[in-house]
């Protein structure tokens, strides 16, 4: 008897919320969507907001985050099908293309306008200029990649020859740097956040400069996808292009504490009030972009910046590997 009466109550509320008792539910409706993230890092606070706001699922989609903790190794995902789309720099796409491969990857969205990172002095100097680094030694990144890059070019662009008048580091992994700054490598470091931030609060270190300040407006970093999957899935691009321009245009119109509170599930570990410190340094610098257009004239600038780190031989043409359709869309509403 208690039996039947479950099942019959089991029934009056499947009929009372006018569904069917088999009905797909919201999250099953959902088009998935793998996207692999560089680095997780505030530096893509935006996207953060996007994911926890919910604008993702507003545009009908369920994004799975994997970190590939590397251009390197996002663009292997993206290459390899683990991925569907990837949030990496745009170093990674040009270097493909440049390559020759018949199939490579195109830029439908940028995140980020400056460099992310910083140089940690291990004395506090207030007056820092580029020209301090004579005579000392800075922890890089990987040769070859956008972080790298920067920094040659900031230094060649202040006068410096590398190797010469000072040093970079580039043997240590993009994880392990401020480790070993901590364990008396180098005078200088470039870090992005949060390891910036905790290198200050340690009193080790001391944030003295802003490579993206110094080094100005490019496409650091973009969402890429292989041209296959913006052909066949142009409405799921687009989808994901509005949801990426829902968060920019929230984190431009609030402030860092309101930022940082929305993020912070992306952060657990750090504490609200290093999360804001965090957030206001990006907002002082304008580190994000309003809206998902990638920059022609960012895109000549980056690739001065490979050249001159001679790791692109020629000008690759914008149209090549900017696919602007999804950004124009977005903001038009055409």
């Known amino acids: 008897m208690k039996k039947k009466l479950c099942l019959a109550l089991s029934g009056v509320l499947c009929l009372s919320a006018g569904v069917g008792c088999g009905t797909e539910t919201a999250e099953e409706t959902l088009t998935p969507v793998r996207l692999n993230e560089v680095v997780h890092s505030v530096f893509y606070a935006p996207q953060y907001v996007a994911q926890e706001l919910g604008f993702f699922e507003e545009e009908g989609l369920d994004v799975s985050v994997a970190v590939g903790n590397g251009a390197d190794k996002s663009m292997t995902a993206l290459l390899s099908d683990s991925a569907d789309i990837a949030l990496l720099g745009t170093e990674a796409g040009l270097y493909v293309y440049a390559e020759g491969k018949a199939d490579y990857p195109k830029t439908f969205a940028q995140l980020t306008q400056r460099a992310g990172n910083f140089l940690v002095s291990r004395e506090k100097e207030p007056d820092f200029q580029w020209s301090d680094l004579e005579g000392k030694s800075v922890i890089g990144g990987r040769l070859g990649g956008m972080p790298e890059m920067v920094l040659e070019y900031v230094i060649k662009e202040n006068g410096m020859t590398i190797g010469k008048d000072m040093e970079i580091i580039n043997n240590i992994d993009f994880t392990s740097t401020a480790g070993a700054f901590l364990g008396e490598v180098g005078d200088y470091t470039v870090e992005f956040e949060p390891a910036a931030t905790t290198l200050e609060q340690s009193g080790k270190g001391h944030i003295v400069a ?73 907002q002082k610098q304008d580190t994000w972009k309003t809206d998902p257009t990638v920059s022609p004239e960012g895109f000549v600038l980056i690739q001065k910046i490979m050249m001159e780190g001679k790791e692109l031989s020629q000008e690759i043409p914008y149209d090549s590997i900017v696919v602007t359709e999804f950004a124009e869309k977005v903001m038009t509403g055409k």
């Not at 496409?219 to 687009?238: G, I, N, S």
């Not at 599930?265 to 410190?277: I, M, N, R, S, Y």
């Open 210 to 282: 802003s490579l993206g300040e110094a080094s100005g407006y490019v496409p650091y970093t973009v969402y890429m996808a292989q041209d296959a999957f913006l052909q066949a899935h142009p409405d799921v691009v687009e989808a994901f292009t509005r949801a990426i321009y829902k968060g920019q245009q929230w984190v431009e119109s609030h402030s860092a504490a309101e930022i940082a509170k929305v993020i912070q599930p992306q952060f657990a570990e750090t504490d609200l009030d290093t999360l804001t410190t965090i957030v206001e340094r990006y």
